[in-house]
């Protein structure tokens, strides 16, 4: 059977990742606030570390937003700095020092 010519990979899609780490982080702490009144009735049964995981995780998650937020904010500047460059004249010199 021949085999077929492989087609070229589709560039990466966006997705809005502080939405999805800042809806993770809220889940964690409504997780953790629920779960803080029955913090007896889970050490009783063994599982007394629930909560403080879960406000473990929500911590993460806040590590986890400045990470999204500084990345995306240096990726926007990246894009910016390479459009200026391509109006510029797009030759990848500083028109500061390009000769005529």
Request: with cysteine; charged share 15%.
């Amino acid at each position: 059977m021949p085999k077929t010519p492989p087609h070229p990979s589709p560039p990466p899609l966006e997705a809005n990742d502080v939405a999805i780490v800042g809806g993770g982080t809220v889940l964690w702490f409504v997780a953790f606030l629920a779960l803080l009144p029955f913090q007896g009735s889970l050490s009783d049964h063994g599982h007394g570390s629930w909560p403080w995981i879960c406000l473990s995780g929500g911590l993460l998650g806040l590590i986890g937003l400045w990470y999204c937020r500084a990345r995306r904010d240096a990726i926007a500047r990246s894009r910016t700095a390479e459009a200026a460059r391509d109006a510029a004249g797009g030759n990848g010199q500083n028109p500061a020092t390009q000769s005529d």
